[in-house]
């Protein structure tokens, strides 16, 4: 059974840093492509970043450029999402997601396993 479990959000003053987790079981972790997404109250999820299977291609949405890092470690099965410069805007439920295709995309619908997700809060 496949579980990706997230984790390490929170409540963070704007200007602050988080890093949130997801590790995931059931998988052979190093094919997948790993993302992240996130939903903000009354928005449709959006794409926030992706890694590919080996950990040297990434992709990110504009929005996050420069501020957010994504990185994996296969040894783990996990995948991290650093996020420094938060503002409040970054208000959402984040979500992992993992892709059996291997590639870093922020097409939603081609992953294929999602996590439940954690909250991250930003303080204004």
């Known amino acids: 059974q496949v579980q990706l479990v997230e984790s390490g959000g929170g409540l963070v003053q704007a200007g602050g840093s988080l890093r949130v987790s997801c590790a995931a079981s059931?998988?052979?972790?190093?094919?997948?492509?790993m993302g992240w997404f996130r939903q903000a109250p009354g928005k449709e999820r959006e794409f926030v970043a992706a890694?590919?299977?080996?950990?040297?291609?990434?992709y990110y949405a504009d929005s996050v450029k420069g501020r957010f890092t994504i990185s994996r470690d296969n040894a783990k099965n996990t995948v991290y999402l650093q996020m420094n410069s938060l503002k409040f805007e970054d208000t959402a439920v984040y979500y992992c997601?993992?892709?059996?295709?291997?590639?870093?995309?922020?097409?939603?619908?081609?992953?294929?396993?999602w996590g439940q997700g954690t909250q991250v809060t930003v303080s204004s």
């Open positions: 890694v590919a299977w080996s950990g040297d291609s990434t």
């Open positions: 059931g998988v052979t972790f190093r094919w997948y492509a």
């Open positions: 997601a993992a892709d059996r295709f291997g590639r870093a995309h922020g097409r939603a619908h081609e992953y294929d396993y």
